[in-house]
Structure formats: C-alpha cells, structure tokens
C-alpha cells in the first residue's frame, strides 16, 4: 500500500477526517466511498502526530469488534481519536487521561470491563427498559406539549436532543434544574471546536464540559450513597471494579458516559430520520399508518441509526500483529473503525445510500457488536419509538424552516440545528 504522505489528494482526505471543522462544511461520505472501495484497510495521517489504520468495510469492521480484547484494546489508547494534536497528550488533556485509564466502562478490556457491565445489565436489558416506558412517554409529550403552540421549533435540541437527555438524567437521578446544564457540557465536550459552545480553546472548552458533568454525577451519587433510591447513580455506588468500589473520579466518569453515550448519538439519529422523512414524503405517510405498531417505528428507527451512524468512529489499540482484510497490521498500530463506511456497504446492504425505514434485515453496526455492543441500544430505541409515535400523532404539515446546520466534530456528527415549522395536527 502507497504511503499516502506521498499523494497531496489523499492527504487532504486525511486531514479532513482528523479535522471536527470539516465535518460541520465537507462531505466525509465522499471519503469513506473511496476508501471503502480503494483502500479499505488505509494507513491514514492527518492532522494528528500519529498515523492509524481507517477500516471502512463491513466485514473488516465486524471483525475487529469481534475480536475486542483478544487482538484489539480499548483500554490502551481509548475508544476515539485525539479532537486534535492539542488532544494527544494524556499530562495535557484530562479527557484524554482519563479515557486512557481505564476508569470507564466504555474504555476497559477484559474481565474487569465485563464485571462492571453487570451492574448496569438491569437497568438497559430489554425488560428493564420495557420498564421505563411511561416515564419516556412523559417527558416525550410533555416536551412536544410545550411546543405546539408555537407551531415551530428547533427539532435537533429541543426535541431529539432534549428527549434523550432527560430520559438519562431521569434514569441517573439527576435533577430536573440541572438537566438544560447537562445538555449544555454534553455539547462542549462533544463539539469543543464548535465556536456556539466555546468557553475557551477547544481543549479548555472539552476539560470545563467534562469537569463539570462529571463533578455534578459524583456529587450527586456521594449523596445518594447507602440510601437505597432507586437510580443509576445508587447502582454505580454499590460497583466495583476488581473488588474495589468506584472512586469518586469514576462515578463521575461513569456518569460522564452516560451523557456522551446517550444524547448525541440519539439526537442526531432521530434528527436525520426526520429529515429524510421530509425528503421521502411516502415513507413519512407510511410510518403516520403505522404509528401505533411498535415494531414498525423499531424497525424505522434502525434504518435511521444505520443511514446516520451518529458514533462516527471508534478506536482500538491492537495487542498483537494480525491481519485485517488482507492488510498487514503491526502491534501497537491504532486502529479506527468508521461507522458510515461499514453501514454503507453494498457487500452488506443492497442499495446502501438509499433510505428506507422498512430494511429488514438491517444488519447494521451502528451499535456495534461484541463486547462493547452498545449497553443503551434498547433505551436508544424506545426513546425513538415513542419519539417517533408522539410527533406523528401530534404533528402535521412537517417543513424545514431554515437550512439544517451540521456539528463540527468528527467523534458525534450530525445534526446540530434543525428549525422546523409545523401545523397541531386535529
Ligand atoms: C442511537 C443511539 C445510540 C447509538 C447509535 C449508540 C452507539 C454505540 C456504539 C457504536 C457503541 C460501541 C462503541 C465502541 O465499541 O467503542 C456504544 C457503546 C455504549 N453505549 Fe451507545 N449508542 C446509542 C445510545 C445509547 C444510549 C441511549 C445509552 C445509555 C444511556 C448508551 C450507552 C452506551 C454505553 C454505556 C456504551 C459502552 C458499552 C461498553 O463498552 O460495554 N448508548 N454505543
């Protein structure tokens, strides 16, 4: 394989995909078309100091999660690329030295990873969520309640975004007045290099959103601790990890998780369903039929997880030399998946670009799969079922009332603001 060093157009592509900037203007799809049909295991450089491996097919992606902790860590590089070069650094990025340390769920390998999942298993199992129902189906109509007077709104954040929030702050027991802040240090630590959550360089500004967040979840469980309530953060009192409970810095990076796991992500997915819905007036007509059939809004909100992949990438670190489609890869090499590239593989979809929320099977990997298969998947989807059953029963005559604006950031792209104006419906 040609060192792409050598080829000034594809190192811009590089670049671009190590730039959060570009996301909010370029066209990434672009890149990952070409790389998953010319390079498809390609040694990338960008504006960070260390190169990584970009994997871009389906089959290659699912055998890397497959294969987690046997050839491939999380816990020694952590689960995303570095923002950018300021990032690389664990002594100058707390982000960074704290996902590299294993103090987190999401970025642990082996067996302690797998004893700390039980402890949440309850809670996200499909019974447990089954559970949550009527509190989602209240905080979802009472937000669309507060909005349909005005007949228009930002969809993206004070619906999509606002929904999956308070569902998590709510599982949490967190606060109902510190929900709006918590929305708001999730975005800085998501998008620190966007200019509309800066409170600083994008390092200062990703450290405040992440010393915040997790100062209010540590607190919080401190307080709960040995009183028996029935919420997350209690169960995160009563953890362990390797035999000892969770210090305060990891119930507050373990709440952390929560916020950066569960609101953009579904945020974005639900924001892009609705905007192809808009673009495929036919499929918008069939889901209004077949509003109150909650497998058929599951099944849509799938095709809307796999069509905007809202966890663009994920990273590993691998442990030993192995081979991923053909390409030689050494040990120690970084390795990063791109969800869109994977969820748009004609080997894996037939007519992978085109939306269509009735796809069954939908074999995507926007969850992924493995051992770090997405623990929120069933709460993912019944906030997006009821989300999805609300606005259709609530709302008609649907239209974008000003151009949808893109996040910069390459870990949790998508939508970022979405104004829509809308008619009650009845
Ligand atoms: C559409 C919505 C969502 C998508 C697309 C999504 C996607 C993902 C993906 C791809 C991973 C694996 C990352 C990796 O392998 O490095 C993951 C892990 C995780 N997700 Fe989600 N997620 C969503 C919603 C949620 C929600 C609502 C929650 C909980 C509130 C959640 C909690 C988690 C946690 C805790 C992990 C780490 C699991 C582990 O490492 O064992 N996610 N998610």
Redesign the pocket.
Known sequence: MADVDLNPGVAQDDVNLTSPVFFAHGDPHAIWRRLRAEDPVHWTSGRLTRKFWSVTRYADARFV?MNDTRIFS?QRSG?NLPMGPEFEDPASSFFTEMSTSGQQ??VMDGVP?SDL?RYFSDT?SRKGVDGLEHMVRTITTDTIDALLERGECDFSTEFAGFV?TAV?SAILGVPKDRWNDLYRWTSMLAAPEDPEFSVGTPLETNTAGVTNIMETCATLAEEFRGKGQDNLLTVMTRAEIEGKPLTRMQLGFNGL??FG??HE??RS?MSTGLAELLRHPDQLDYLYHNRHDPEVLRVASDEF?RYSS??TH?LRTTTEDTVIGGQPVKQGDWVVVW?HGANRDPAAFPDPERFDVTRAPNPHL???VG???????H??RL??QIMLEVLLDRLDEIELAAPIEMSSSNLFWGIKHMPIRFKRRG
């Open positions: 999660f999380v689960a769920l999401s990873h999942r996200f999956p998590i998780m929560f796991a569960g992500t579904t997915s997880v809202p966890l994920t969800f926007g969850y992924a051992k770090h298969f997405c623990l929120g998947a709460l993912a906030d997006m």
